[in-house]
C-alpha cells in the first residue's frame, strides 16, 4: 500500500474536515489530497518516476505536505533533508541522495545551488504550487509494493556523516496503522506538531495524526510559541524532544499558560535529564498524561514506550519506589517489536546485564542508501537490528539505556560508561543536565571529562561536583574536570553531540623544549 493512503483514506471518509493548520492559514482533507495529486502530474511531468528520489528540504509548512505526499504519489524516493545544514554537510546530502529533484523554500534556493543542484532542479514550495495549480490531478497513488521504498531519512550523523536508512512503503504504513484508527469523522483531536519533518519523530507524528483524523497544528518551535499555541488553539497531543521541554518549562511566562486542554504529552528521540523529568511531571498540569517514546530511524520510529500509568507516582511506598527507578527507563516493547539483550560474549543477557540492545520488528529499515561504510546499525540476516545502544532488561521486560557503544570511554584499557559518571552528577540539585566524554590523553588513551548545564541562580562550584564525584567513583571514572556550560552542542532533536565536547575541552598541545 503507497504510504500517501495517509492522506488518501481521510479524504474519502472525511473530505471536508479541517486537517492542518499553519498560523491562520488551513486545509482540508480533500484539499491537501487534491494539491498533492496535481502535484504529482507536475512532477512527472518533470520525469520524476517509480524509484527516483526527490529532495525536501523545508520547515513545517502546510505548502510542505503536498510535496511530501506528492512524490509518494508517483512512487518515487521522498528525502527530507535538515533545513539547518550548510556547506559541506548540505553537499554530502546532495550528492550522497542523487536526488534528480529539490522541492525548498526561497530561502533556501542558494544554498542548493551552492551544494550541486541546478536552479532548472529546484521548485520552491510556491512554484510547485503554481506550476501545479492548472494541471489534471493524478487519479490514484502509483502501485507500489511494500519492500519498495518510500522515504529515504538520513541519520544525525552524531559521529559520522549522516547516512540514508532506507524506509518501505509497507514498514511505514504499518507503523501509522498500528497506533491509530483510520478518521471516522469524530473528534480526535489537535495535535501540536514542532519537530522537524526530516527526523522520524516529526515524520510519524504527522502521518499518525493526519490518518486519525486529528486536526494537526504545524509550528516552527519556539518556547513560547508553543505555549501560544497549546493555550489558543486548545491542543489535546504533542510531542516534544527533552531539550524541547526543557525550553518550555524554562519559559518565564509557564505558569501564566493555561494548558489544560492537553491531555498527552509524548517525550523521546534523546535522554530526558533526570531533573527536566522531574519538573516536567511536578509543573505540568496533573491532568496531562505523559508518555516516554523510544525507537531509531531505522526501526520506522517507536519500538517502547514508557506509558501514563507509569508516570503516576501512586500506591505504597514501595510501588511508587519502584515507578520512580522505572521512569529511567524507556519502557517496554510495542506489540510487533522484540528487544534482547546481547551480552560481550555474543549471549542472551539475563536480567539486569548491561549489553547491547537488538530489536526485531517487520517494519525495520531496508537497509542504508549505497554500501553504508561505517554504518551506526546493522541489520543482521536474521533480521535483528543491532542498534548500537547498551543497556539491560529487567525482570518485567523494562529496558533500560545507559549509553551508546561509540560513547564508551576507554581509559587505559577499562571500559566506562558516560551514564556512570552522569547519574552521579545528576543527583545534585543544581545540576539539569550532566555529560561526561573522552578526551585524548597522552598516558591514559583517553581520560573522562564532564559538562553541565545548571538550574537558574545556581551556586555550586565545578570543584564541589569533582568532589562529589570522587565520593561515589572509583579512581578511573572520576572526571579530571567538570566544565559549567550554558548548554551543549545537539542535532535537531536534541541529542548531545560528545564528539563536539571532546573537541573543544581538548588539551592544548604543550611542546617541551630542552635548554
Known sequence: MNLSMVVDIPAMIVPDEPAVFEEAHEETYQEIRDESARQATLFESLGVTLGDRVGLLATNKTGTLPAFFGVLMTGATVVPMNYRARGSELSHLVSDSGVTLMITEDRYV???????ITRDRILTLEEASSRAAGLEPKAESAEVEDSDVAIMLYTSGTTSLPKGVLLTHGGFTQYVMSQGEAADGDFHGRVALAAPLYHVAGLSALTVSLFSGRETYLIDFEAGKWLE??????????FLVPSMVSLVLRHPDFDKFDLSSLEMLTYGAAPMPPAVRAAMLERFPTSISFSCAYGQTETNSTVAVLGPDDHRLEGTPEE???KRHRLTSVGRPLPDVEIRVIDEQGHEAGPNVTGEVYLRTDRAMAGYWGKGGGARVILDSEHWVHTGDLGHLDEDGYLFLTGRASDLIIRGGENISPSEIEEVLDRHEDVEEAVAFAVVDDHWG?????AVRLVPN????EDELIEMCKASLSGAKRPDRVHVVEDFPRTATGKVLRRMLSKEFAPTQVVDVAD
Open 110 to 116: 542558494d544554498s542548493i545551488v551552492a551544494a550541486g
Open 229 to 238: 499555541t497549546v493555550q489558543n488553539r486548545k491542543i489535546t497531543h504533542a
Open 320 to 322: 511508587i519506589e519502584l
Open 446 to 450: 583517553e581520560r573522562v571529562e564532564a
Open 458 to 461: 545556581a551556586t555550586v562550584t
